[in-house]
């Protein structure tokens, strides 16, 4: 998909809006991770070294069109240590800035408009502006007012990242090397429905893993005992194991499962087969024989691609055992150069940064249902609003 990608020999002077995606978690006025902030500097570097005046929008949070200070950006500002706008409507300070100056605004949806694509929204927001830059790939999968509205009003481009987002997945799926492994967790089929569908098609073997795992398992016929799984969703998991097997992909679902008596992170972690699992059990994370496994199938990999912890990866070591394994291995094999990795998805990423191997990969991707529905093959606005 060809899009329209920022010329920085051109920006000199310009007043430059920004979008970026800089939704991360705060607590007690403080971030916690910085990863999608870090990742946006690239343009943001690019655009004030060539004597552009950059003003960055962004959101954090849902506050549903209403001022709400836990929803603030100052964090944010403070972190990055530039200026803070406390309006992103405001406009009365662009006359003050000079080339190479940049600041941030406040939250988008402070104001209702900003997620209901409103034009006159979108004409206030790009107005006194002289192009628009989209770098908030993680977001892109959203008919925004910031993301899209503003491209009616303004020429409008790729920053750096939304450019490599989309050419480092792009490859890996239309040029994989073979085996290709996908690794799918997290809490439900019905969000993944679309993806696992696609990787089906075009993976050598997916491997299901977490609550989405226990869901398959009990399609299968399997005991789940007290756990967090779709019962509703079994013939769906069954259908995209007959397309799968359509397709020559092997389907490999938890051989065994980290069980505990409640739901709770110092709950005693027992590991139960599949098929021993018992009604009082609740399944909190993928067992030991599936995570050697696991780590067997990554020996013969050639890529990979990775998105849903298998299990409890915030409650630390006991019940993020079979996430921490995949990504400690992951890592080493990325390392040695005998796998190209692609991760995405907040929880994921966490797991990495939780035992330190971020950057051990070959790609880390900032988006979650951005990632997914680009990898499923849907249309995502902010990028199709960019297209030559």
């Excluded at 398959?216 to 789940?224: S, T």
């Excluded at 005693?268 to 024989?289: C, L, P, Q």
């Excluded at 995949?326 to 991760?343: E, F, N, P, Q």
Aim: with cysteine.
């Amino acid at each position: 998909m060809p899009i329209r990608k920022v010329d920085y020999n051109s920006v000199h002077g310009k007043y430059v809006l920004l979008r970026d995606d800089f939704n991360v978690q705060i607590e007690n006025g403080k971030i916690t991770d910085t990863f999608r902030i870090d990742a946006s500097q690239s343009t943001i570097k690019h655009l004030i070294s060539n004597g552009a005046r950059v003003v960055i929008c962004a959101h954090l949070g849902r506050p549903k069109g209403k001022r709400d200070e836990a929803f603030s950006l100052r964090p944010i500002a403070e972190y990055m240590n530039i200026p803070f706008v406390d309006d992103c409507l405001r406009k009365d300070f662009l006359s003050n800035m000079k080339n190479g100056d940049v600041v941030l605004m406040e939250n988008l949806r402070f104001y209702i408009g900003e997620e209901e694509n409103d034009d006159s929204f979108a004409r206030e927001l790009a107005n006194g502006f002289d192009i628009y830059v989209n770098d908030a790939f993680a977001v892109s999968h959203r008919a925004a007012a910031s993301l899209v509205g503003v491209t009616k009003y303004l020429p409008s481009f790729a920053g750096d990242l939304l450019v490599g987002e989309i050419e480092n997945i792009s490859r890996v799926l239309e040029k994989p090397e073979h085996p290709l492994v996908a690794f799918v967790g997290g809490a439900k089929v019905s969000s993944k429905i679309g993806v696992l569908k696609k990787l089906v098609t075009i993976a050598d073997r997916v491997v299901v893993g977490g609550a989405l795992g226990t869901t398959f398992n009990f399609a299968m016929g399997q005991p789940v005992g007290n756990s967090l799984y779709e019962p509703t969703m079994a013939d769906t998991a069954l259908e995209i194991m007959n397309i799968a097997r359509e397709h020559n992909c092997e389907i490999l679902l938890p051989l065994d499962k980290g069980v505990g008596k409640v739901f709770d992170k110092n709950a005693k972690r027992e590991n139960r087969d599949a098929d021993e699992v018992k009604d009082d059990d609740v399944i909190i994370d993928d067992g030991d024989k599936t995570i050697a496994r696991n780590s067997e199938l990554l020996k013969d990999a050639k890529t990979v691609i990775w998105n849903g912890t298998f299990g409890m990866a915030e409650w630390g070591a006991v019940w993020g055992r079979a996430s921490f394994a995949l990504a400690r291995d992951l890592a080493h094999y990325t390392k040695m150069g005998k796998i190209k990795s692609i991760v995405g998805g907040g929880e994921t990423v966490a797991a990495l940064d939780a035992i330190d191997v971020h950057g051990d990969m070959t790609y880390v991707s900032t988006g979650g249902g951005a990632f997914l529905e680009f990898i499923e093959g849907k249309e995502l606005p902010g990028i199709k609003a960019l297209e030559v």
